[in-house]
């Protein structure tokens, strides 16, 4: 995905229109990519790519690869080469992969 085209997806997942969050309910959502990175960086997992697998197969995504969580642990503020939009389900299956392994509780 090209610059241009990942700033469209940016503002997509914002759910930007001119240049400004618009307010869905009240609420504002964050991009699936932005919500992995935080978690990869607070649970201290960025270096652990075969780690990072075992959890996205224990919540039951098995499509995966360390070339996929390096494109989807990049923030989508600044998008950059190799930026890939990391679909929900994905994101919820390492959620559940975390809570699987023990890694988060309740």
Do not use: C, G, H, S
């Given at each position: 995905m090209d610059?241009?085209?990942a700033?469209?997806?940016h503002?997509?997942?914002l759910n930007l229109k001119n240049g400004k969050p618009s307010k869905t309910g009240g609420l504002e959502f964050i991009?699936?990519?932005?919500v992995f990175h935080h978690f990869t960086v607070i649970l201290r997992l960025q270096r652990e790519k075969e780690l990072q697998m075992e959890i996205f197969k224990k919540g039951g995504y098995d499509d995966i690869s360390i070339s996929k969580?390096?494109?989807w642990v990049k923030k989508t503020g600044t998008p950059s080469k190799g930026f890939r939009t990391m679909p929900r389900?994905?994101?919820d299956a390492w959620i559940r992969g975390l809570h699987e392994m023990?890694?988060?509780?309740?």
């Open positions: 610059y241009e085209n700033q469209k997806e503002r997509k997942q991009p699936t990519n932005d969580i390096d494109a389900e994905a994101l023990r890694l988060v509780e309740d």
